[in-house]
């Protein structure tokens, strides 16, 4: 038996049926990476299977064929895209221009936004020299102690001065009955 | 989420183009004999990459994941084709059952291919294992720069390999009547 005739059988006996086994280990991961040229525990295993296994054979040698076209493939995706990009940017410009009659409507809520941020703003810097807190207000006074001392606690800031009271009696020097004496 | 009509129609223009190619490989490959379609490799192949284009809107595929989905398909569309119960692997120097591999044949072509087979891979079974690898990648039809690729050496380290192993294979042949029957 020749050359070729030892290889025609040989492919013919490590094909046909397909093994769901064969189907199931097949590592597409491995596949590329050994038609890639790297090499590694799992592109070992490949190649041994490939070497008995044709089904693993001719997957082998189609990742092989993929390459260049997927290569080629890849980049003109990415050129296709690449170009489509400053047509998307033009795009977006003509729609700005369509929308130019509502250029007023714009302005306004521009101007109410800015008259917004311009009252936040002065309203804070208001803030640290607002009067203060009416909690001091509102404090209640303590009451003297010298009224205090008197029994006159029940409404001690609302009493006046004990001079002014009706109860004043002057002084008696300048009463009526001083005789000039 | 949807693309530019332009840029739409420019892609899938590419993928077209892309699924024809690949179409072409498998035809060429005789990947058919696994019981697959290569018009449906062909439509697969497309759907999946557009899909992965509309999850992925800048396009920037790495060659070896167009390889991957291509692949997949192809060993997916084999699955669909060739269901049936799971069997074992063959183990190292083992081989898919003969008696399975070619309905067609006759008996007799049958019992002597089976026979002339055996004897085959029980030399093989003898040579160190890097001729042994070089001579079944050679059998199955990879060239010798393939080989060394493959199994990372030079194209004349695995010419050499080949040639020593093929040399030994075809004396153990030999010695055992190989080939008497034809």
Sequence with gaps: MNKPELARLYRRFTRGRVQASALQQIDVDALVALADGDHSDQTERLLADAGRSGLHADMLRLARALQPESARLGAELERAVEASAPQHRGAGRSSRAAGLPRRPLRMVAALAASLIAAIAVWSFQQSPSAPPAPVAAVKPVLPDRIFAALGDEAHPQHRSDAIFRGSFNGDKIFKGEFNGG | ?182
Aim: charged content about 30%.
């Design chain 2, 1 to 182: 989420m949807s693309f530019d009509p332009v840029l739409r129609e420019r892609l899938q223009q590419l993928l077209a183009a892309y699924g024809a190619r690949v179409r072409v490989l498998i035809d060429g490959h005789g990947l058919g004999q696994y019981g697959i379609d290569p018009a449906d490799i062909e439509q697969e192949v497309r759907i999946r990459l557009w899909r992965a284009l509309e999850r992925d809107r800048n396009a920037a595929f790495h060659t070896s994941f167009i390889q991957r989905v291509v692949l997949t398909t192809v060993i997916d569309a084999i699955r669909a084709a060739n269901a049936r119960p799971v069997e074992p692997l063959p183990e190292e120097g083992e081989f898919a059952d003969p008696a399975f591999i070619e309905p067609g044949a006759s008996p007799e072509r049958i019992a002597s291919g089976v026979e002339d087979f055996d004897r085959i891979i029980a030399c093989m079974a003898e040579l160190p294992e890097r001729r042994r690898k070089a001579v079944a990648l050679h059998l199955q039809g990879f060239s010798l720069r393939e080989i060394g690729e493959f199994s990372g050496t030079s194209e004349e380290a695995a010419r050499k390999l080949l040639d020593r192993g093929m040399e030994a294979l075809r004396e153990r042949l030999a010695v055992t009547g190989f080939g008497d029957t034809e």
